[in-house]
């Protein structure tokens, strides 16, 4: 089964920090993305990745960066931390064959708290 | 540009009762559709997919869900709702014949099982 593994189940931070979340795909996937995931407002795309060092915008990029450098890895980065950014973080990635009846495969989301 | 509306952010049945989860969508092309289940804390997982094969798609756990092009829905169906059952579950559209095959999801519909 392929694998999608984010490194913090939960997190803390302090308003102003730079916070990194991970994510590690095992199946040589080529895209790879990040959702953020809000009560009554789904899921919305933040940035995602069809190919190393390669990025696109989503629909709510501002306040994040993303990180490429290898293909099994995609960091989200946010510069600086704000309390309107505390949600649930979701992972995803898939073959990437350019279809777009693939399904996503999703890690189980790392729930950030800003303070 | 493609959107889906779930009616409901909440539906609540007693178990053994039918699950009917409202699933609309808005495309400018011939879509695919998905239902994706969120258990509690965990990431989601793909239920169902409808590719165009057949109006009827049967997925995972008993659910089913059904394509009609002229009511532009895509709703999931159960006819005897489990405990196990009681998740958040996405209704999800992307555009085939190419272009953006990132899918849009839904705001999500929280169902709940009552014993």
């Known amino acids: 089964d392929v694998k999608v593994t984010q490194s913090s189940r939960y997190l803390v931070k302090r308003t102003g920090e730079k916070v990194f979340l991970e994510c590690v795909q095992d199946m040589d996937h080529e895209n790879m993305f990040w959702y953020r995931q809000d009560p009554g407002l789904g899921l919305r795309l933040i940035y995602f990745s069809y190919d190393v060092k390669m990025k696109e915008k989503g629909d709510i990029p501002e306040g994040y960066s993303v990180s490429r450098e290898k293909k099994e890895r995609f960091s989200l980065i946010l510069e600086s931390a704000s309390t309107n950014q505390t949600s649930m973080y979701l992972c995803?990635?898939?073959?990437?064959?350019?279809?777009?009846?693939?399904?996503?495969?999703f890690g189980s989301g790392t729930q950030l708290s800003v303070l | 540009a493609q959107s889906v509306t779930q009616l409901g952010s909440h539906v609540s049945v007693s178990e053994g009762a039918l699950v009917l989860l409202r699933c609309n969508y808005s495309s400018s092309v011939p879509p695919y559709l998905f239902w994706y289940v969120q258990y509690p804390n965990q990431g989601l997982q793909l239920l169902l997919k409808y590719t165009s094969a057949a109006t009827l798609v049967k997925g995972i756990n008993g659910f089913e869900a059904e394509f009609k092009k002229s009511e532009t829905s895509f709703h999931l169906t159960k006819p005897s709702a489990h405990m196990s059952d009681a998740a958040e579950y996405f209704c999800?559209?992307?555009?085939?014949?190419?272009?953006?095959?990132?899918?849009?999801f839904g705001r999500g519909t929280s169902l709940i099982v009552h014993p």
């Open positions: 999800a559209v992307s555009p085939s014949g190419g272009g953006s095959y990132i899918p849009t």
């Open positions: 995803a990635s898939n073959k990437g064959q350019g279809l777009s009846n693939e399904k996503l495969f």
